[in-house]
């Protein structure tokens, strides 16, 4: 015990200043790292701007663009601690593995911007900012211009029509036929109370007043019509 305590008190400041933990902490660049974050910041900007704009489903969750631009900085911080120590990287590689993620993702192209935002982190991590600045402008490009073909052709919706008898069916589907750029019958059902028919239609613009033109239809005893998906019937 003696001994120990001789120890402690023979260590000065400036032994502690000389450890192995320390010398490590000191051996990255801050302007390297400055450098690195706000480029990463930058095209995490850039992923969340496209990703609202290109945006095609029913309900936008701005905490997922969030979620892009943190997922750009935090790969890039991950990326310059493994370039910085190999053995470290192994180590981080091995507590990675374990990581398991069961959020369901709703829409195909959310999986696209999630790659988007790992990848230019990787790429900004390791050092590679022209190659992560063109590689992100040419796909914001291509989203921009294909989600924007698919965002002219018009709105996907469900209409549900409740009819009293077989004989305002053909009426109704004539005043659908006229008034959407698509119809497809997905369903229909019929009972002595009368018919249910259940059709996938592609309106060509905003506005819903076919749901009215049907409702002053004779024989329809309502209309109801419900967005169902991000993705138009061509």
Same mark, same amino acid.
């Given at each position: 015990? /003696?001994?120990?305590?001789?120890?402690?008190?023979?260590?000065?400041?400036?032994?502690?200043?000389?450890?192995?933990?320390? &010398? *490590?902490?000191?051996?990255?660049?801050?302007?390297?790292?400055?450098?690195?974050?706000?480029?990463?910041?930058?095209?995490?900007?850039?992923?969340?701007?496209?990703?609202?704009?290109?945006?095609?489903?029913?309900?936008?969750?701005?905490?997922?663009? !969030?979620?892009?631009?943190?997922?750009?900085?935090?790969?890039?911080?991950? !990326?310059?601690? $493994?370039?910085?120590?190999?053995?470290?990287?192994?180590?981080?590689?091995?507590?990675?593995?374990?990581?398991?993620?069961?959020?369901?993702? *709703?829409? #195909?192209?959310? $999986?696209?911007?999630?790659?988007?935002?790992?990848?230019?982190?990787?790429?900004?991590?390791?050092?590679?900012?022209?190659?992560?600045?063109?590689?992100?402008?040419?796909?914001?490009?291509?989203?921009?211009?294909?989600?924007?073909?698919?965002?002219?052709?018009?709105? *996907?919706?469900?209409?549900?029509?409740?009819?009293?008898?077989?004989?305002?069916? #053909?009426?109704?589907?004539? $005043?659908?036929?006229?008034?959407?750029?698509?119809?497809?019958?997905? &369903?229909?059902?019929? &009972?002595?109370?009368?018919?249910?028919?259940?059709?996938?239609?592609?309106? /060509?613009?905003?506005?819903?007043?076919?749901?009215?033109?049907?409702?002053?239809?004779?024989?329809?005893? &309502?209309?109801?019509?419900?967005?169902?998906?991000?993705?138009?019937?061509?």
């Amino acid at each position: 015990m /003696p001994l120990f305590q001789n120890m402690v008190l023979s260590m000065s400041f400036q032994d502690i200043f000389k450890s192995s933990f320390l &010398s *490590k902490a000191a051996e990255f660049s801050f302007i390297d790292v400055l450098i690195a974050m706000a480029s990463s910041f930058g095209l995490g900007l850039l992923i969340m701007v496209i990703y609202k704009k290109t945006f095609m489903g029913v309900m936008y969750s701005a905490g997922f663009g !969030i979620s892009l631009l943190a997922m750009t900085l935090i790969t890039t911080l991950v !990326i310059l601690t $493994i370039t910085s120590n190999v053995i470290l990287s192994l180590g981080m590689v091995g507590a990675l593995s374990i990581v398991r993620f069961r959020t369901a993702v *709703k829409e #195909p192209l959310d $999986i696209v911007f999630m790659f988007w935002a790992i990848s230019s982190g990787i790429v900004v991590g390791a050092g590679l900012l022209l190659l992560a600045l063109i590689g992100s402008a040419i796909i914001a490009g291509a989203l921009v211009v294909f989600t924007g073909d698919k965002k002219g052709v018009g709105s *996907k919706y469900i209409l549900v029509l409740c009819l009293e008898d077989g004989n305002a069916e #053909p009426n109704a589907t004539e $005043i659908v036929k006229a008034g959407v750029k698509k119809c497809v019958v997905k &369903s229909k059902t019929a &009972s002595k109370a009368g018919i249910e028919l259940t059709m996938e239609v592609v309106l /060509p613009g905003e506005s819903t007043a076919i749901v009215n033109d049907l409702l002053s239809a004779a024989g329809v005893t &309502s209309a109801v019509l419900v967005s169902c998906g991000s993705e138009a019937v061509l």
